[in-house]
């Protein structure tokens, strides 16, 4: 039920911070530590690489997911479009793991994917927030989201969640291997938690930030470097479903390369800045846009925020910044589809979970 918000989008979008908290809390033992059944660790830690397949949203967490099992957890990771693996299989590692990550665990494109790695013997873990879904069923392995029922075509929670059980399965496999990576995850996703109530106490904000820059255009631009380019993905996916604005998100260093052509005078380009070692770098390429005409929207991270910039996000630590930027972009596309009298939890043309190929 969606009790008194005006949409399920809005509510799912508020819910996150609870999710964050509730993830915690399942993924830990008596002692306080994190943990996962010893199974999917063993699993992981047998595989010389991981193989993620997800379709949309899910995709995109997969992306960021990438970054954690590779910089904690020290094990090559690929990340595919199921709809594209299907039938162009990359040559396989002697040993792959394979992860679905699917919210609804029912993705037709996803599922193609693990009927043909089943087949060829391989193991499977699915990422899933339906348990006894589909995928979750047809897999060896099943690790639960717990971001209770998502409604709303756009996704939501569901990304957030995803991220950080990808970040625990990330942490408990360094763990078992002895490797340090630096930082307390417990304690941080703690401070994402807060900081996501602060965001979602910022819809005013970012209501006027909608109307300013997304109210009339026919197209939108998303640009970030590293794991901010990924985020941006995510925010033109969500833009483009729910409002109809042509959105596309683009690595900063690629606008050189051809799409600096689309600029034009009023374009809006939104650019994440919440990376110390390219923040220097996307706002290069934020002056090159700027140049071109385009009308500037700069989300950054505190500490790394300037005059310029749009909108701040509290700092959190730089690896798990995914889980908060995205949260004024998911309001930004549902303010604009608000504004423009779009169906905010019903896009056209789309469907909850898509089960055919
Ligand atoms: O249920 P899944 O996570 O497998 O769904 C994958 C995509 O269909 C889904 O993320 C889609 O892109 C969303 N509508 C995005 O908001």
Redesign the pocket.
């Known amino acids: 039920e969606k009790g008194t918000y005006p949409h399920y989008m809005l509510k799912e979008i508020d819910e996150q911070p609870a999710v964050i908290r509730k993830i915690i809390q399942t993924y830990q033992n008596e002692q306080g530590e994190l943990t996962i059944d010893g199974d999917i660790i063993d699993a992981v830690n047998k595989a010389d690489r991981i193989y993620i397949i997800?379709?949309?949203?899910?995709?995109h967490a997969g992306l960021v997911g990438k970054q954690f099992i590779e910089k904690m957890a020290k094990v090559p990771v690929e990340v595919h479009i199921s709809s594209e693996f299907g039938y162009n299989m990359p040559l396989l590692s002697e040993k792959p793991l394979f992860i679905f990550?699917?919210?609804?665990?029912?993705?037709a494109d996803?599922r193609a994917v693990l009927v043909q790695v089943k087949e060829m013997g391989y193991p499977a873990l699915t990422i899933t927030n339906v348990p006894g879904s589909t995928l979750s069923r047809e897999a060896d392995f099943t690790l639960l989201l717990h971001a209770g029922p998502e409604i709303a075509?756009?996704?939501t929670k569901?990304y957030t969640a995803q991220i950080a059980v990808l970040s625990i399965l990330a942490e408990v496999t360094a763990k078992t291997k002895g490797l340090e990576f630096g930082f307390d995850l417990i304690h941080e996703l703690g401070l994402v938690a807060n900081a996501m109530d602060v965001l979602c106490d910022s819809k005013e904000i970012i209501e006027i930030m909608a109307r300013e820059f997304l109210s009339v255009t026919r197209n939108c631009f998303f640009i970030g470097r590293g794991i901010d380019f990924y985020v941006g993905l995510e925010g033109a996916?969500?833009l483009k479903?729910i409002s109809y604005i042509q959105a596309e998100g683009f690595a900063g260093g690629e606008l050189k390369h051809g799409t600096i052509a689309l600029i034009e005078e009023g374009t809006p380009v939104i650019a994440l800045a919440t990376q110390e070692n390219v923040n220097l770098s996307i706002r290069g390429n934020v002056k090159e846009v700027v140049a071109r005409g385009a009308n500037p929207c700069i989300i950054s991270m505190k500490g790394l925020n300037t005059d310029e910039d749009s909108f701040v996000i509290p700092e959190v630590y730089e690896l798990l910044t995914p889980l908060i930027s995205v949260v004024p972009l998911q309001l930004l596309a549902y303010y604009a589809s608000l504004h423009r009298g779009c169906d905010v939890d019903k896009p056209r043309n789309?469907a909850?979970?898509?089960t055919v190929e």
Do not use: D, F, N, R
């Open positions: 997800a379709a949309g949203t899910s995709y990550i699917s919210q609804s665990g029912e993705t996803s075509v756009a996704s569901a996916l969500k479903e789309l909850k979970s898509v």
